[in-house]
Structure formats: C-alpha cells, structure tokens
C-alpha cells in the first residue's frame, strides 16, 4: 500500500498545483473523463479490504462522515503532506496540536435566515427586466429576502447593476459598458423601459434586503468595496465570483466580517476533498457558504457527498440557477441550504408548498 499512498500524495499535489496555476478547466476535463473509472479504482485500491461504499452513485471513501479527507480510514495520514490550502490573512482556520486545521464556523449575519434561502436571480431574470429596479421591487414585494445581481464599472469608475459586459442584450443600446460612460450608459433603458441601477441605489432602496453580488470585472472590485463601506452594508452583503482573485481583493479589503461564497478554485477544492482525492486542510475558510451549479460539465456538484462534505465543513450551499419546480424539490429535498432562480414565482410555491417560506 505504501506505493498506492505514494501515488495519492502525487495526486493531490498535482491538483493543488492545478488549482492554484488557475488551470481549472484541465482539471474538470480530467474529472470529466475519468472520474467513473479511474476515481472508483482509486477508492477500490485505497480501501482495499475495508470495501467502498455509495453515495447517490458516486464513490465514497470510509472515514469520519461524508468528507473522506477529514481523517480515519480513508484520510489523510498524519505523515503525509497536505496539500495547503491558497494562503488568505483572513482565513479562520485553527490548527490543532497533531497537526490538522479545524474549522471555526462562524455564523454570518447574511446567511441567518429560518428555513432554505430563496434568492431572487437577477431580481426575477424571466421577464427580460433583469436586474432593473422593477424587478427587484417585485420580487421584495412578493417577500423575497435575498437578491442576486451583479456589477460593472464604467468608464469613469460609477458602479452600476448589470450582467453582460455590454449593454446590446437587454437594452435598446449598444457598447461595452467600461468603456462609456455613466451618462451614455445612463441613457440605455433594460427592455425598452427601465434604466440601469446604480448598485448604491439597490442598498438604499431596501435596507432590510440582502444582496448577493457579483464583480463582472477586475475594475469593479475596488468601487464595490467603496460602495458597500460608504452604504454600512457589510453585514447584508455576500460577494460571490467566478474570480478567485477578486474574491481574494474583496477579502483583503473588507475582513473577515465580509460574507463570500466560494470562488471557482475553492470549488473545486471541496469536490476533490468530498472525494477524498485532497484533505481537509486543502479547503480554505475564508468563505462563508458555497454556491455551485447543479454540474460543472460531467461533473456532479449538487449531489449528497459534496453536500454533507460542505456541511461539515460549516458551509452552507445554495445551488444555481434553478428554475424548474421539479428540480427544486429534488435539491430541497437533499437538503441544500438556498436556491437560486429566475423563476421567483415558481421558487415561492415550492417553498410554500414544503412549509418553507419566509418571508420578509
């Protein structure tokens, strides 16, 4: 078996490497391609005369609970190098006398809430008035708590509510918004009707909702982090990216008080560590919850190991972006902690339907 360890401990440092190159595409390619085959013979070879057990048909090693990298059979052994986790000042992790990090689990005041969270993609993208001011009064009307948006820059540094880099999908105009500016792209109505929000503006209008926000641009990380300093609203803000690095910029600027979801690396990471192919000292702590899609390719996310995996590790998981009321009861019925939808109308009725919904 010492060969077989050998080989583990190549494997992990060979995916930390990856992850930390930003190589993330090679390394779900990889998973893509051989996670049924090779992933089961590793367990098969690792477990050995212990014998693999299931979980919603993917393998899973022995272990303490359903994070086989969280030590016992199947573990890390104390011996073996951990592949760390990226290097964060504000990464809450203590490290116990044998030598394994702990988690601190820190209860955010963006994430309480009774029940699953029900977030407002985009304010209710279904009606082609995204992110507009309109939608977010409809959805906080029909008692949503939680709003998802996302931000730009323009061209002289004015922060504004919107998802593509240019304005010709969902507006009556054309451009790349960082480079107009803020009274070109004033003048740019969503549908034909509704004009583009200042983020400012979302965070004054309802002081009781929390936002879900999403930097578009590497620009936007600095007048974001002003925005939500100037407004007082670190305690309702959760920055979510598909930018580790602007996560890390956001961390560093705002502290540990700041709420966010895991970047695309940190994903990962908890996927290759509910599989037990890294150890829990690869998944950083800085985030406060984990907001995934269904599937990254062939690549389950959503499913019961990585959910009980994050669990342990005191995140919370919200899954995007769902919108059939099928799905969701499948993915509340696993027990995910918050779903994602354009369809708020359909998200509230299932809610309601499992005597989950809270409203405001």
């Excluded at 050995?48 to 030590?71: D, I, M, N």
């Excluded at 702990?102 to 993609?121: C, K, Q, S, T, W």
């Excluded at 009307?141 to 304005?167: I, M, P, Q």
Aim: proline fraction near 7%.
């Amino acid at each position: 078996m010492d060969a077989v360890d050998g080989l583990l401990r190549g494997v992990r440092l060979g995916l930390c490497a990856l992850i930390d190159s930003g190589r993330l595409q090679d390394v779900y390619f990889c998973m893509s391609g051989v996670a049924a085959v090779n992933v089961g013979l590793f367990y098969l070879v690792k477990c050995g005369r212990h014998g693999a057990e299931s979980a919603a048909g993917y393998p899973r090693l022995p272990g303490h609970g359903a994070c086989p990298g969280s030590g016992g059979a199947g573990g890390r052994h104390r011996g073996d190098p951990a592949p760390p986790a990226p290097e964060d000042t504000n990464n809450p992790v203590a490290v116990s006398a044998g030598g394994e990090r702990n988690r601190r689990v820190v209860a955010h005041p963006f994430l309480e809430h009774d029940g699953p969270l029900a977030i407002a993609h985009r304010g209710g993208a279904l009606d082609g008035r995204e992110n507009s001011m309109a939608a977010f009064a409809r959805a906080v009307e029909l008692g949503y708590r939680y709003l998802e948006t996302d931000v730009h820059v323009t061209a002289d540094d004015v922060l504004v509510v919107f998802h593509d880099d240019r304005l010709d999908r969902v507006t009556d105009r054309t451009g790349e918004i960082g480079s107009l500016t803020w009274r070109e792209v004033r003048a740019a109505r969503i549908g034909g009707t509704d004009p583009i929000p200042l983020f400012a503006d979302v965070l004054v209008s309802w002081p009781d909702v929390r936002v879900n926000v999403d930097p578009k641009s590497d620009r936007a990380v600095g007048p974001l982090v002003r925005t939500i300093q100037a407004a007082g609203a670190l305690d309702r803000v959760c920055i979510g990216s598909f930018s580790d690095r602007r996560l890390r910029r956001a961390r560093a600027a705002l502290g540990p008080r700041l709420c966010t979801s895991m970047g695309p690396g940190e994903v990962l990471r908890l996927r290759l560590a509910a599989w037990g192919l890294l150890p829990d000292s690869a998944v950083p702590s800085a985030p406060a919850c984990a907001q995934i899609p269904v599937r990254r390719g062939f690549v389950p996310l959503a499913e019961q190991q990585l959910l009980s995996c994050a669990h342990e590790f005191g995140l919370p998981v919200h899954v995007w972006t769902v919108n059939d009321p099928g799905q969701m009861h499948s993915l509340l019925r696993l027990g995910v902690d918050g779903i994602v939808s354009d369809d708020i109308v359909a998200l509230r009725a299932v809610l309601q339907d499992l005597g989950k919904w809270y409203s405001r």
